[in-house]
């Protein structure tokens, strides 16, 4: 069993997490490189939120302008990321957070300004 699949496998996730998870590389790769970095300030507040749902994105805020807008046609996306400032700060597979870096933000209510 090589290095990448092993520590996604000592996660311990449920089996269809870790299959969706394993079945792409480079979404492997970059899962593990994530995972790594620390959680962001609590003061952090970004000039740019994005929103995947299955690596496509469907919403950009930009200094708090919609920049982007798409229709979300999937019933139920098999994974969900929200980037802010080009970086990853929330990940989830179906109900399962990969990577939630915004745990430590005090006021996530502040965000709220930024979505419209």
Do not use: W
Not at 21 to 26: C, M, P, Q, R, V
Not at 90 to 116: A, T
């Amino acid at each position: 069993m090589n290095s990448k699949k092993s520590c996604i496998k000592s996660l311990n996730l449920p089996p269809e997490v870790t299959e969706v998870i394993l079945k792409d590389d480079l979404l492997t790769d970059y899962l593990l490189a994530e995972m790594e970095k620390f959680p962001l300030p609590p003061n952090y507040i970004p000039l740019q939120i994005e929103i995947k749902f299955n690596d496509v994105l469907h919403h950009k805020i930009d200094r708090g302008e919609t920049t982007y807008l798409r229709e979300v046609v999937v019933d139920k996306p098999k994974f969900m990321e929200l980037r802010f400032d080009e970086e990853c700060a929330f990940f989830q597979v179906d109900k399962v957070v990969l990577i939630n870096r915004v745990e430590n933000l005090q006021r996530i209510e502040e965000l709220s300004r930024y979505i419209s």
